[in-house]
């Protein structure tokens, strides 16, 4: 089955410092890659999506640039903020597999900034 | 815009109970969904809806049942409370395939 795999449980970073999460990916067909970031007390809420090999999806400083050749989709900001502390979730979308917009998740990455 | 509704917010109960967690939204979504998130492993989703009365099973499904009242509506029922079933659940709802997905604050279940 298609999964998702985020290599950093845990980042530790002080402010405007460089950040990089790593995302790989597995799916048997040709999915679309999400970034969601889940802040204290809330849900999730989406980030950017990426459906194409080469394209880069960005928000709020924050860009992933989906790689088909490497399977993965890794999250960078380059000067991050104490507001940027929160969980951040790779996802992603593969019809190939059945379902209606089915969500696979990594298992998030922890990131806590400080000032 | 729009919103997702989740109650209770937090939730105790015996173990082997039975318990029903519901939620609402109001963006006139057709597809609704449950997740679990447990710590350390991200989401897994329990049932989804792509319309009134249409049920899915995910990955999670054992357990639980779910329900899906009308358009606005989904609750999920843990039909036999166990300990190692404490986490977060998480209601969405998303327009359809690859559109973005709303999801609400969460309810915390706690089993003692």
């Known amino acids: 089955g298609d999964s998702v795999t985020q290599t950093e449980g845990q980042v530790a970073l002080s402010e405007e410092d460089f950040l990089t999460i790593h995302c790989n990916y597995s799916a048997s067909g040709y999915p679309t890659l999400f970034w969601y970031v889940q802040y204290p007390g809330e849900g999730p809420q989406l980030l950017f999506r990426a459906s194409r090999d080469k394209e880069k999806g960005s928000s709020r400083g924050f860009e992933a640039t989906y790689d088909k050749g490497t399977t993965s989709f890794h999250l960078r900001k380059a000067s991050v903020q104490e507001s940027d502390s929160a969980v951040y979730y790779c996802a992603l979308s593969d019809l190939a597999t059945g379902g209606n917009n089915k969500l696979t998740f990594g298992q998030g990455t922890v990131l806590s900034v400080i000032p | 815009g729009g919103i997702i509704t989740q109650t209770p917010k937090f939730l105790i109960g015996q173990e082997g109970q039975k318990l029903t967690l519901k939620c609402q939204q109001n963006?006139?979504?057709?597809?609704m969904y449950w997740y679990r998130q447990d710590s350390g492993k991200g989401l897994r989703l329990i049932y989804y809806s792509i319309t009134e009365n249409d049920l899915q099973k995910g990955d999670l499904s054992e357990g639980y049942d779910a329900s899906r009242e009308k358009k606005s509506s989904f609750s999920l029922t843990v039909t036999s409370a166990q300990k190692n079933e404490m986490a977060v659940f998480l209601c969405?709802?998303?327009?359809?395939?690859?559109?973005?997905?709303?999801f609400g604050p969460g309810t915390r279940l706690t089993v003692l």
């Open positions: 963006f006139n979504h057709d597809t």
């Open positions: 969405a709802s998303s327009l359809g395939p690859y559109a973005e997905q709303f």
